[in-house]
Structure formats: C-alpha cells, structure tokens
C-alpha cells in the first residue's frame, strides 16, 4: 500500500509563495504522472498541475505562469512551487500518484491566501 503525504500549506497575504511537497511512504519505481489537484468548499475538485514519467508538465489555464510542478530524483516525492498566489488560490490541496500499481492520493493540504 502507497501512501502519499502533503505539506507545506498553509496562509498566505496575496502575491506570496507556497511550496507544497508530497511524499510516499516508499520508493516509487515507476510511475505514469504525479499531479497536483484543489478543491474548495462547494466546488469540485479540479486539476492544478501534472507531471509525466518524461517530464512533460501541464497546467491548469488559471496558475500557468504561478506555479511550477516538479518531481524528486527519487521518484517518491512531487512538489508545487506556488507564486504570486491569489485569493482563488484558496483551497485544499492533494497530490495524485497515478502509478502502475494503482491510483494514489494523499490526505490533502489546506492553502488560504488572504488578500
């Protein structure tokens, strides 16, 4: 069993910067994409950023150009490096491991940016 734990979130004035990190409890061989997700009270949960096994990257049109989605050597860790962060940025946070061996998300992580 994988297990993915978030950190890093947390409050923030308008216009600062949050790096958020996952790690998995073990070390990942191999995996399909690692990708960042939000979701706020009410609304459903969307995508933020993806990262690929060959190291293609995509964003969502709303944090293109903000945030930065990166994976560790290791393959057990994927971070999100947030700037210029905005009121919408608010939410809760969760990274995905879509591995061979099965589909994995962590606990989530809370971000509040206050304008």
């Known amino acids: 069993q994988v297990q993915l734990v978030e950190s890093g979130g947390g409050l923030v004035q308008a216009g600062g910067s949050l790096r958020l990190a996952c790690a998995a409890s073990?070390?990942?061989?191999?995996?399909?994409?690692m990708g960042w997700y939000r979701q706020a009270p009410g609304q459903q949960r969307e995508l933020v950023a993806v990262?690929?096994?060959?190291?293609?990257?995509n964003y969502a049109d709303s944090v293109k150009g903000r945030f930065t989605i990166s994976r560790g050597n290791a393959k057990n860790a994927v971070y999100l490096q947030m700037n210029t962060l905005k009121p919408e940025d608010t939410s809760v946070y969760y990274c995905?491991?879509?591995?061979?061996?099965?589909?994995?998300w962590g606990k989530g992580t809370p971000v509040t940016v206050s304008s």
């Open positions: 073990g070390t990942v061989f191999s995996f399909k994409a």
């Open positions: 990262i690929t096994s060959n190291g293609s990257t």
């Open positions: 995905n491991f879509e591995l061979y061996g099965g589909n994995y």
